[in-house]
């Protein structure tokens, strides 16, 4: 397996602007985790997602971002509209719940710049 | 607020020394884990220690936890210039349900 796979890896957007992050999961793993990490804030979960399911949603910091698991293979965040405070790297990681060790994996992270 | 807290939050040290950074946390927990995250990259987990386990071993890896005290300490032994990353420790919420939720961070240099 290639991993979780995030994309793009990195996109620079102006003020304004929706963006939309892509995330595919390790096959199987039926737990997704969106985090964002700043130098202010550290690594924060934003929401994460049981079998599709938003299950705590309660990182979100506001209205302009929204999160989606259509199917087991793909989730997005979007920021609309985006704002320099947004400015961080977003991480999604899997992991396989209900075994005994919830390992998370984390994709290489998608570093956003708003301008 | 983050569950877990590291400390130190930077650590700089001689290659072949040992590394100790300590987590606590806050509630009731199912397991801890640490990770480690070189710069620019993902975070890659090295050990989880479950909450009835008090001490764990992988490697140059030593991990110890204390329910009573909600802290854990990783130890790195013989530090290599490889290890230099920065190092989370994180617990799955006991709360039915299973949030992840990570510290801020030790930042470990160690110097050849």
């Known amino acids: 397996d290639a991993g979780v796979i995030q994309s793009p890896r990195h996109e620079v957007t102006e003020m304004g602007q929706e963006v939309t992050l892509r995330c595919k999961p390790i096959?199987?793993?039926?737990?997704l985790f969106w985090y964002r990490q700043t130098m202010m804030r550290g690594l924060e979960l934003l929401i994460y997602?049981?079998?599709?399911?938003?299950?705590?949603d309660s990182g979100m910091p506001e209205d302009r971002f929204s999160a989606k698991m259509p199917n087991a293979s793909f989730s997005t965040l979007k920021i609309q509209p985006s704002e320099p405070r947004d400015s961080a790297v977003y991480f999604c990681?899997?992991?396989?719940?209900?075994?005994?060790?919830?390992?998370?994996?984390f994709g290489q992270g998608t570093r956003l710049t708003v301008v | 607020s983050q569950q877990g807290e590291e400390d130190p939050q930077a650590l700089s040290i001689q290659e072949g020394e040992n590394a100790t950074m300590n987590c606590s946390y806050k509630t009731s927990i199912n397991n801890l884990q640490w990770y480690r995250q070189n710069s620019g990259r993902g975070l890659v987990h090295l050990i989880l220690i479950r909450s009835n386990e008090r001490e764990k071993h992988s490697g140059r890896l030593r991990v110890t936890l204390d329910t009573s005290k909600k802290s854990s300490s990783l130890l790195i032994t013989a530090s290599r210039a490889a290890d230099t990353a920065s190092y989370f420790c994180a617990t799955d919420l006991d709360t039915g349900g299973f949030k992840t939720i990570f510290g801020a961070g030790t930042r470990l240099f160690v110097k050849a």
């Open positions: 990681a899997s992991s396989l719940m209900g075994s005994p060790d919830t390992e998370a994996f």
């Open positions: 997602f049981n079998n599709n399911v938003p299950i705590d």
């Open positions: 096959s199987g793993h039926n737990s």
